[in-house]
């Protein structure tokens, strides 16, 4: 008997993976800026599905408050900067604070249980921006924004935008998928299906929970001071806002819950929705909230699990599978 | 056999002294003294509601007690987690399965294997096999455990706390609804455990069953044990016979 982990559609996936990260390394050099823009959305919706996934679809962690991650991270990098810290450098730092603050949450916010996790989660996301308004450099609701970025020209710092979106994103996917294929990452999900057994075979629940809520803070708050480059502006209400949050419950819920693939898909159709039906407004809001209930009466493993389900195929497998040889001899 | 073969080192022992445990104002235990070596298997039986489960849970580590200690190996553990005491070779198999629905039933026993049982991954792979081997589950260890029947899922019990390779096993009650040919075939399994070297406790109703294995047999009633000691002694007690078996000696 031996013990496989990969799958031929697996490799295949990879290589194919690794060819479209280079080509779209090389996008700015021939799309126009607003493909450039737009796709520097899409890797920042991947980041935010991924990292909302890793929490509740592999953790069981059901949140509806990570714009709490979004908003500090962004704010952040406002703040470091204002302290004359490169502003990509500020980026980076900003997430690395806002995954040790993650961490001190972690050791009340786990105790709580399902319901009150997940409101608990956007009471702090509320503390989080009302203590951001006291912040004098931030000016209230009227907001500042990253005005250190205006060092670079216009042409270069829309491709390094471009690219820390693109490393960001590969980056914590890549994270994610080897987090996830460790023991921990096993274990991670057997607490999601039973806590109290999972503790009865030697796994310690806290630790583990920790691991991915630390990770998903800093994943999300990299993604948050992405879209602060991006749009340049910060203003409190729109980073610290529930929408954020309903946006990745949609992406992983229409993709697939606790399914890599499923956070990625989820991601691309949310994005395809938002560029085609964004402009009909009010109608894109009831579009998107239809989807969102038929999904999850129709394919309640979303549209990957659905998939996967079907065909049996796994392009990302995170799992363990025991191959038996016929004894021939 | 691979992983788990006969286990070595001193004699493992757990020790419950005067053990109470309630719950809200209702008591469920009501002063336990109970040990356990790697050197026997121990049948436990009661009418329901006697407090068998809860015995478990708290030997285990899954419910602290409202009074009372427990002794692992000579020191103290009543305030250790129930993750902790199966690294120290205690673990517990529940009555109502606890399968991690969304893994297959490979990565349900590795997660065992890998938490409590091995240091090395080649070695967590071993004792993995091995565990599923020993169950006869080896045919549907890629099957999601939400996809298998109340069969597999008590089989999978015993399966995931043996890949944690423990010197004390407590199992509760993982032979309900067997026919006769499964029945004996778990017997078979327990006693290869016993032959391994890891202490047995074994919760069941089918008595039958029980005193093939079982070397001691206590019988619980409201919290209580009654009796204690050689079954045949046991299943013939004055107070076994009404409290349990409601009047007719089986
Ligand atoms: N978590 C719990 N909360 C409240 N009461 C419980 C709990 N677990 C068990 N009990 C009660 O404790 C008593 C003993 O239960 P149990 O240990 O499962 O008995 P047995 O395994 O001997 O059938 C029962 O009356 C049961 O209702
Ligand atoms: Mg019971």
């Known amino acids: 008997m031996t ?130 308004n006291l912040d004098p450099l931030i000016q209230g609701e009227t907001g500042t924004s990253l005005i250190s970025l205006n060092a670079y020209a216009i042409a270069d710092r829309r491709m390094m935008i471009f690219w820390a979106a693109l490393i960001g994103m590969v980056g914590l996917l890549a994270l994610l998928f080897a987090v996830l294929r460790t023991p921990s990452g096993l274990a991670m999900q057997a607490i999601r299906d039973n806590e109290e057994a999972a503790d009865s075979i030697g796994v310690n629940p806290m630790r583990t929970k920790r691991l991915f809520f630390v990770l998903a803070g800093f994943g999300t708050a990299v993604a948050g001071a992405l879209w602060l480059a991006q749009v340049s502006a910060f203003q409190p209400k729109t ?41 009909t407004g009010v109608w894109y809001l009831i579009g998107l909230g239809a989807a969102a209930l038929l999904f999850s009466l129709l394919l309640p493993k979303g549209l990957w699990g659905w998939i996967a389900t079907r065909t049996g195929v796994s392009l990302m497998p995170l799992g363990y599978r025991v191959h038996m040889e016929t004894p021939s001899k | 056999m691979t992983g788990a073969a006969t286990q070595a080192g001193p004699e493992a022992r757990l020790t419950g002294a005067g053990i109470h445990k309630s719950y809200g104002s209702l008591p469920v235990l009501n002063g336990i003294d109970f040990s356990l070596t790697s050197n026997e298997a121990v049948g436990i039986i009661g009418p329901n509601g006697a407090g068998k489960s809860t015995l478990l849970s708290v030997l285990s580590g ?3 007690p409202t009074q009372g200690t427990i002794q692992l190996n000579g020191s103290d553990v009543s305030d250790l987690p129930a993750r902790d005491r199966a690294a120290h070779g205690l673990v517990r198999t529940h009555q109502i399965p606890k399968p991690f629905s969304g893994i297959t039933i490979f990565e349900n026993v590795l997660v065992a294997a890998t938490h409590a049982g091995a240091r090395r991954k080649g070695e967590a792979y071993d004792l993995a096999l091995d565990a599923l081997d020993v169950c006869g589950m080896l045919p549907v ?68 069953i029980l005193l093939q294995v079982a070397e001691r047999l206590v019988c619980m009633d409201a919290g209580r044990i009654i009796a204690e000691g050689d079954p045949e002694t046991v299943m013939t007690d004055a107070q076994v016979v009404s409290a349990y078996l409601g009047g007719a000696p089986a």
């Open chain 1, 3 to 132: 013990i496989h982990r990969w799958t031929w559609q697996s490799k295949l996936t990879f290589t194919l993976a690794a060819a479209l990260i280079l080509i779209l390394a090389l996008v700015p050099a021939f799309a126009s800026d607003s493909v450039n823009e737009r796709l520097t959305v899409l890797f920042i919706y991947v980041i935010l599905a991924a990292m909302w996934n890793a929490m509740a679809g592999y953790g069981g962690l059901v949140s509806i408050g990570n714009q709490l991650f979004f908003g500090l991270g962004a704010y952040m990098t406002i703040r470091l900067a204002d302290a004359g810290i490169n502003p990509f450098a500020a980026m980076v730092l900003g997430a690395v604070i806002v995954a040790g603050l993650s961490w001190v949450l972690s050791l009340f916010m786990l105790h709580l249980r399902a319901g009150e996790f997940a409101i608990g989660m956007w009471v702090l996301a509320s503390i989080a921006h009302l203590c951001v």
């Open chain 1, 239 to 279: 980073y610290f806002s529930v929408q954020w949050t309903a946006y990745m419950i949609f992406m992983v819920l229409v993709g697939g819950l606790g399914r890599f693939e499923g956070a990625i898909l989820g991601a691309l159709i949310f994005f395809a929705a938002e560029t085609w039906f964004a402009a």
């Open chain 2, 62 to 64: 899954a419910t602290p």
């Open chain 2, 141 to 208: 260890a890629n099957r999601p455990a939400e996809s298998v029947g109340l069969l597999d899922r008590k089989r999978l019990e015993l399966a995931r706390a043996l890949a944690t390779s423990p010197r004390l096993l407590l199992l509760d009650e993982i032979g309900g609804g067997l026919t006769d040919a499964e029945a004996s075939e778990l017997v078979d399994t327990i006693r290869s455990l016993r032959a391994r070297g890891i202490g047995i406790v074994w919760i069941e109703h089918i008595v039958r």
